[in-house]
DNA sequence: CTGAAAGCGCTAACAC
DNA sequence: GTGTTAGCGCTTTCAG
């Protein structure tokens, strides 16, 4: 329509050389009247690459991974990238199935955050050559650059605290094994925590759960049916820990006076409810951030070794512990 | 590999056609060894269409927008269709960009929450030819279908409620106007309910708020300093609600006995907190599965009519609500 | 049933 | 500066 070659056409598109004025303001002036966009897809095809972030990610039921998603996609959009997303629900099923989605537009990078980074997963990672970088869990495999709170470190202070606190009868609503973040290494970090204090672990006090606020009701009135009460209870999220007070106060007890309650994650809900829950604080954004920073990186070839970075966390203590 | 040519291959990959099995067993031999995976951007370019739906929501930051998504997932999943989903804040600006992000990689269709559907928006989905669906809002434009609770229904029936327990004095801390649900709608449903019981609308007694928890806050504060207090209170979103509560009980307000509160949405938290916040429930994943579902019928060529669906609501009622 | 060849919409040398 | 041409990785006629 323009009269010129698409060569032309595709300069202008690009800005990739130089066009003549006329020229271009013909490629242009046909552009706008037909509302003509480029065809993404056959562009990347072209040019093998399409600016393109995939995010992967279990799920998204609390605000730290709107925060997550937040801050990716700020730095993603400052270097020029776009940002795509897709919930796997954590089954190694659907995170093979996206990471395939993903390699098939031409995803330059991958962010993801999943438990299942071994096998095929990994296989198929390392294959693809994409560059990818894990959040929220630090990377089993060394292969993998990571981004998160230093979850053991975390879980020990915690609990620390508690002690510090006075009690020794401390339970915890830990995620289950496999969930590396929080079932492995905040169970790590309680389990540090007492064993330097001289308490042993107690198998009553100690309950494999999911993460929602359902499990963390479910695994309280677990532990609430054990043979003894603890005084404190020590949760992997703070969402368990909303389920846990929840049935505590169902049941008539009272926190912190019969048992002290402290989370992880300060998702903005652990400061509405009463009491105030004490917990674990990062900054989800800053995860996101520094992930993109640092993919983006090594899509542009940066430095190609592997490293792990940790963002800081702080015991935010709130009016869900008392010291006994 | 395989001494094939490259046709039979495709015709492996798509069991298009029959494929002797001694030549197809050697093409699946390869593919595994090598862990070949076609290349979907490819494949799409060859056959114009991605079996990928596109879905463009504001933020993900309650537990409904992860019901919705899944239910998206679950149906689009059964017929054969990929999701992705990208964040785009609300914008106009990210919202025209992420449609032509989706545009560029051939989505089939997309679902989306928008409050811009006017204008530029509605100017490029139309153009585009692009089947898409409007998921929580009622339509502003007749020619985009749209899948929705009753806002306006649902909040009459709320407010209708605290009439009914003996409540005269109601403020309501609505979303902005633009809003389309939770702002504009939510707030009609309360205008009716006050004028069908001729209670006239108190001026200091509505204000106009974001949608989270700490704008809820904010806006409590704001009724407070009014010249006088309400006895109840009805929330455009149940965030809104638990923030209102905070800021109520921070200042030695009791609730219900000073003030009832109603929320909407029915967030998992909002049976977290103490009192239980009566709101309004529906089933988000009902959203997503009918508007996943409609959706494909588009896509396939089904009803071109566009239609708007209504999921069922009710209102469940908890602690926070007194009869005076 | 199988291979050769054209083409999806675009980019990137390569000539002029 | 501009047009021509060869792909990007795949699907789909079209012959055989």
Redesign the interface.
Known sequence: MAGVSISTVSRVINNSKPVQDDLRKRVLDVMEQT?F?????????AKNESNLIGVMLP???N?V??EL??GI?HVSRIYGY??????T?GTLENEL??F??F????ADGIILASDNLKGELI??IE?SGIPCILVGRDAHSASIPSVHVDNITAAYEAVTYLIQQGHRRIAMIRARSGDVASGDHRFEGYRMALAEAGIPLARDWIVESGI???DGIEAMRKIRESRSMPTALFCATDRIA??A??DL?ENGLRIPDDVSVVGFDGI??S????PKLSTVKYSASEIGMTAARNLIKRIRGGEVSPRHWCVSHYLETRDSVRSI
Chains 1, 2 share one sequence.
């Not at 966009?37 to 095809?45: D, M, S």
């Not at 390699?103 to 031409?106: A, L, S, T």
């Open positions: 509302k966009r480029p065809n993404t897809i056959a562009q990347n095809l799920e998204v039921k605000t991974l709107d998603i937040h996609n776009n940002t795509m997303l897709s919930l629900g199935h996206y395939n989605l390699r098939g537009i031409q296989e198929l294959l929602t606020v359902e909303i389920g007070m929840h106060m903005d809900m400061a509405m409810i009463r």
